[in-house]
Nanobody, 125 residues
Framework: QVQLVESGGGSVQAGGSLRLSCAISRYTYSGGPTAWIRQAPGKERGGVGVITYNGGTTYYIDSVKGRFTISRDNARNTLYLQMNSLKPEDTAVYYC??????????????????WGQGTQVTVSS
């Protein structure tokens, strides 16, 4: 059974930074990408960033480009999201997700078949 466990969420003032981690257990990738996805109150889930298994290719939504960095350490089976210059609109529950089968880049949300439980990020103005 694949398990993804996020950590690192919390409350921060606008302009601050947080680093999210996602520990991935019992999963051997065959080139599968992993992603950070968030859901703000009253809104649908939406992708934030995606990274390929070897870390060579990344994708970010426009609103986080230049502020967020996604990375992964395959030796530690851990996915990261460094979030800088946080804004109140970044407030959301952040999920990590993984897929073994995808048909497009970036993968559609429906193509992620493994999800973490989520970690809350709250940015105050």
């Amino acid at each position: 059974q694949v398990q993804l466990v996020e950590s690192g969420g919390g409350s921060v003032q606008a302009g601050g930074s947080l680093r999210l981690s996602c520990a991935i257990s019992r999963y051997t990738y065959s080139g599968g990408p992993t992603a950070w996805i968030r859901q703000a109150p009253g809104k649908e889930r939406g992708g934030v960033g995606v990274i390929t298994y070897n870390g060579g290719t990344t994708y970010y939504i426009d609103s986080v480009k230049g502020r967020f960095t996604i990375s992964r350490d395959n030796a530690r089976n851990t996915l990261y999201l460094q979030m800088n210059s946080l804004k109140p609109e970044d407030t959301a529950v952040y999920y990590c997700a993984a897929t073994q089968m995808w048909s497009r880049w970036p993968p559609a949300l429906s193509e992620y078949n493994y999800w973490g439980q989520g970690t809350q990020v709250t940015v105050s103005s």
